[in-house]
């Protein structure tokens, strides 16, 4: 019932931008709390970044200062602005979303990938 789709990966030198988007549909959006998560090959699934219902966002250490996470409530969609991309980033970038206070996240889009060369 819950559906989230990714956009927006794809392939991009290293210093290059990308902006994700996420889709949301089936969830009460005003009562969501959403987040961008990535897992690189051979290495463990992260968190990226979050955002909660009042808007506030926390973020990675290693991608503070690059990544930004923003929402269109009008929409239903969720982005992540990455800039200054280093071949480190590369990752397949997924989104998820919940009720908030509830983890780990139940709902998953498909992902998207993203592909950062040297």
């Known amino acids: 019932q819950v559906q989230l789709v990714e956009s927006g990966g794809g392939s991009v030198e290293a210093g290059g931008s990308l902006r994700l988007s996420c889709a949301a549909s089936?969830?009460?959006?005003?009562?969501?709390?959403m987040g961008w998560f990535r897992q690189a090959p051979g290495k463990e699934r992260e968190g990226v970044a979050t955002i909660d219902i009042n808007g506030r966002t926390s973020s990675a250490d290693s991608v503070k200062g690059r990544f930004t996470l923003s929402k269109d409530n009008a929409k239903n969609t969720l982005y992540l602005q990455m800039n200054n991309l280093k071949p480190e980033d590369t990752a397949m970038y997924y989104c998820?979303?919940?009720?908030?206070?509830?983890?780990?996240?139940?709902?998953w889009g498909q992902g998207t990938q993203v592909t950062v060369s040297s």
């Open positions: 998820a979303a919940d009720l908030c206070h509830i983890s780990p996240f139940r709902y």
């Open positions: 089936g969830l009460r959006w005003r009562t969501a709390c």
